[in-house]
C-alpha cells in the first residue's frame, strides 16, 4: 500500500482496485499503454489475490476477458489506455451486451483540458460503446480529498453491481489521469504535503469496511392473480398451459452456470406438462439427456418434412431464452402462430418473429423451483383433473424423434470421408465428462444443431451467439480454458483467422485448449447461400478463400499442429486431452461437396417416415 502515496493518481488507483478486490474481482486483463500507467501498477499490486494479465491486442484482451467472465459468472476487469485502444474492445462489448457477460471495462482517459485540441493519442471517450453499457460514468479527476475518496469506492461498488443486476452485461469506466503518471513524487509541494498527512490518518479497514465479495441480489417479481401456483410463490404457472395438449417447450440458447440443476427444472416441467422438449444443440438439455425423456433433439430434420410439419403444429409454446439457430424452425414457429410465452430473466426482447408473445421475466430455475414437487402433485389433483394423462401429439413427436436419431447416427457411423458434420457428431460421444467445449460461429453451430447426439457427459458448451460475429473466437476460448479444465474449440478456418492474434495469448495462458480446426478453405456458411449460385462474384467476396498454410502458421506462434487424416485419429487425439499448451487439429475439408451434401441429404432424414 505504501506506493499508494507517492502521487495522487497512484492513491486513487489503489483505492479503486482495492475495492474490487474486495468486492471479489479475481481476474484483471491489461493491455499495455501510457495513459492508464497507475492503474496498472496498481493491479500488479494486487497480485496474487487479482490475477493481472498482459495482453498486446485490445480486440483479443476484451474476449479474453469475455470468456474468463463466461466460465466463473463474475465480472472480470479490462484495462486500456487512451485513444483508439478503448474502441478495440468494442465487439467484445457488444457481444457481452448481448451474451449478458459481466465485464467492468476501464479506459483510461486525458483530462479535459487536453482534450479537443488535437493532444495525441485523444479520442472522444466519453460513452464510447454508445447504449450497449448496463451502466456508464465518467470518473472525477483523481484527488485526495477523503470525501472524493469515499466518492470513488461508491462508484466502483455501483458500477460492480451494474455489471451483474438485473441483468449482467457490461459496465463502462472512464479514468481521466493527469501527469505524473508512473508512481514518482508529485511536482506540487501542496500534493505530497496533502498526501503524507493523508496517510497518517488513513485507516484502511474503517474506510473499506462493509465491503462484501457478494453478487448483488436478483430483482424478486410480485404474485400475479391470473397465474396458478403456491399461495407463497411469486413465480406461478399460467394456467393454460396445463389444459394444453398440443404444447411444447423450446430449450434456446443457453450458458446456465449451474447446468444440471438447468435440466433438472425443465425436465420437470415438461414431464408434469408432458410437452416434448426441442432443445438447441447449444443448450445443456443435449448433454443430460437421461434427465428428460421427451427430448427432441432432430426437429430441424422433421420440419423439412412438410407433412410432418403440418402435423405437429402446436397451439402453445414455452420459449426458455433465444430461439434455436435453425431457421426451419423459425419458419415454422412464424407459419404456425402459436401461443407463446418466453421466459428469460432479462429486459431484452427475445422475439424476432414478432408473434403472439408474453414475457416472463423469470428464470426457468425461479418458475419451477418456487412450486415443489409435492406442491405440483397436489395441484395437480386437486385443480387439475384435465391435464391430458397422454398426449398423442407428443408421442408423435417421440416417434419422430426415435426414426430420424437413428437415421443420423447410422449414416455418420458409417462415413468415412472427412465431412464437416461429422466432428460434431462425434464430439458429442467422445469428449471427457464436463469438457469445456466452445463452438464457434457461422457452420460449426449450424452442424452442432443438426448432428450434436444426446449423450449424458455434461459437455460445457459456450458460445458467443450474442451478435453472432466470429471476431474474437480464439481468445474467446482461451479466456474459458484459462485455469480451468482442459478445453475444445470446435471452429472453421475463418473464425480462426480473423483472430489469430488471440496466440500471442500463450505465454500468459495456463490450462490446454484443443482446437479442432475445420479447414474448408474458405466460408463454408455462404455455400448454403443463395449468393453461391452467383459467381463471380461469389468465391472472391464470399467464399473468401486464404490458402493458409496452418502447419506453417503455428509454428510461427510455437504452437502445436497435427493434420488429421481419419476419424480413428481424430477420436484418439481428444480423450484424453493435454493437460498444458495449445494445439491445432487440422480437419482439411472440401467446402463444395460438404455443402452439396448437406443440400441432398438434410431432407432425407426425415423425408421417409411417418408418425
Known amino acids: 500500500m505504501l506506493i499508494a502515496f507517492k502521487n495522487v493518481n497512484q492513491l486513487w488507483a489503489y483505492i479503486l482496485t482495492e475495492t474490487l478486490k474486495r468486492l471479489g474481482l479475481t481476474c484483471a486483463v491489461i493491455c499495455p499503454g501510457s495513459r492508464s500507467t497507475p492503474l496498472a501498477v496498481a493491479f500488479a499490486q494486487q497480485v496474487p489475490d487479482i490475477e493481472a494479465i498482459s495482453i498486446l491486442d485490445e480486440r483479443s484482451a476484451a474476449f479474453f476477458a469475455l470468456g474468463q467472465a463466461k466460465t466463473t459468472g463474475r465480472p472480470v476487469a479490462l484495462l486500456c489506455t487512451s485513444g483508439t485502444a478503448g474502441a478495440n474492445f ?52 483523481p484527488s485526495s480529498d477523503t ?17 451483474q443486476t438485473p441483468s449482467k452485461g457490461p459496465v463502462h469506466l472512464n479514468i481521466p489521469f493527469r501527469d505524473p503518471l508512473a508512481p514518482i513524487p508529485d511536482a506540487k509541494t501542496f500534493h505530497e504535503t496533502s498526501l503524507q498527512f493523508l496517510q497518517s490518518q488513513f485507516h484502511l479497514e474503517d474506510f473499506f469496511a462493509g465491503i462484501a465479495s457478494t453478487t448483488p441480489l436478483p430483482i424478486t417479481h410480485a404474485p400475479n392473480p ?16 396445463l389444459k394444453c395438449d398440443r404444447g411444447m417447450i423450446i430449450a434456446g440458447v443457453a450458458q446456465p452456470q449451474q447446468p444440471q440443476e438447468y435440466c433438472k427444472v425443465i425436465a420437470q416441467l415438461s414431464q408434469t406438462l408432458k410437452w416434448p422438449v426441442l432443445a438447441e444443440g447449444l443448450s445443456p438439455v443435449r448433454n443430460y439427456a437421461d434427465l428428460n425423456p421427451y427430448l427432441i433433439s432432430t426437429y430441424d430434420l422433421i420440419l423439412r418434412n412438410q407433412q410432418l410439419a403440418k402435423q405437429l403444429a402446436p397451439e402453445m409454446v414455452i420459449q426458455l431464452g433465444e430461439l434455436p439457430t435453425s431457421k426451419e424452425l423459425r419458419h415454422w414457429i412464424d407459419a404456425t402462430q402459436p401461443r407463446r410465452w418466453v421466459i428469460d430473466n432479462s429486459n431484452q ?44 401429439y407428443l408421442q408423435k413427436w417421440c416417434a419422430a424423434e426415435t426414426q430420424v436419431r437413428a437415421a443420423i447416427d ?36 449450424r452442424d452442432v444443431e443438426f448432428f450434436w447426439k444426446p449423450n449424458n457427459l455434461g459437455v460445457r458448451s459456450h458460445f458467443n451467439r450474442g451478435a453472432n460475429g466470429i ?7 482461451l479466456g474459458i480454458a484459462h485455469r480451468h479444465q482442459s478445453c475444445v474449440m470446435l471452429t472453421g478456418d475463418l473464425a480462426l483467422l480473423h483472430d489469430t492474434n488471440g496466440f500471442l495469448i500463450r505465454n500468459k495462458f495456463v490450462g490446454h485448449l484443443t482446437i479442432v480446426l475445420i479447414n474448408n478453405n474458405g466460408g463454408g456458411i455462404f455455400e448454403m447461400l443463395p449468393i453461391a449460385k452467383f459467381d463471380p462474384p461469389f468465391e472472391e467476396f464470399f467464399g473468401t478463400p486464404q490458402d493458409i498454410d496452418f502447419a506453417k502458421l503455428c509454428a510461427t506462434y510455437n504452437v502445436q499442429h497435427e493434420l488429421i487424416s481419419s476419424w480413428q485419429q481424430f477420436q484418439q487425439r481428444l480423450n484424453p486431452l493435454p493437460t498444458q499448451g495449445i494445439r491445432v487439429l487440422e480437419l482439411q475439408t472440401n467446402r463444395k461437396l460438404d455443402a452439396k451434401w448437406r443440400q441432398e441429404n438434410l431432407p432425407k432424414f426425415a423425408g421417409g417416415i411417418a408418425i
Not at 391470473?226 to 398451459?241: D, K, L, M, T
Not at 458434420?421 to 469445456?436: D, N, R, V
Open 471 to 477: 471476431d474474437g473466437t480464439l481468445s474467446t476460448a
Open 226 to 241: 391470473h397465474f396458478v401456483g403456491a399461495p407463497s410463490s411469486p413465480f406461478p404457472i399460467p394456467q393454460e398451459w
Open 410 to 445: 447410422q449414416t455418420m457411423a458409417t462415413m468415412k470421408e472427412l465431412f464437416e458434420g461429422k466432428a460434431a457428431w462425434l464430439l458429442s460421444q467422445i469428449l471427457a465428462p464436463e469438457t469445456p467445449l466452445f463452438i464457434a460461429n457461422s457452420m460449426p453451430v
Open 349 to 392: 426482447n427475445l422475439d424476432p418473429l414478432h408473434g403472439r408473445t408474453t414475457h416472463l421475466r423469470i428464470s426457468i430455475e425461479q418458475l419451477v423451483q418456487e412450486i415443489g414437487e409435492g406442491e405440483w402433485k397436489s395441484e395437480k389433483q386437486s385443480n387439475f383433473d384435465f391435464l391430458p394423462s397422454s398426449s398423442d
Open 147 to 163: 470525501g472524493m475518496l469515499a466518492y470513488l469506492r461508491q462508484i466502483v461498488i455501483h458500477g460492480w453491481e451494474q455489471a
Open 90 to 141: 468494442y465487439p467484445a462489448v457488444i457481444e457481452a451486451s448481448y451474451s449478458r457477460v459481466p465485464l467492468l471495462v476501464l479506459t483510461a482517459d486525458r483530462p479535459q483540458e487536453l482534450r479537443d485540441c488535437h493532444s495525441g493519442q485523444t479520442i472522444d471517450q466519453c460513452k464510447l460503446y454508445g447504449d450497449y453499457p448496463n451502466w456508464q460514468a465518467e470518473l472525477a479527476l
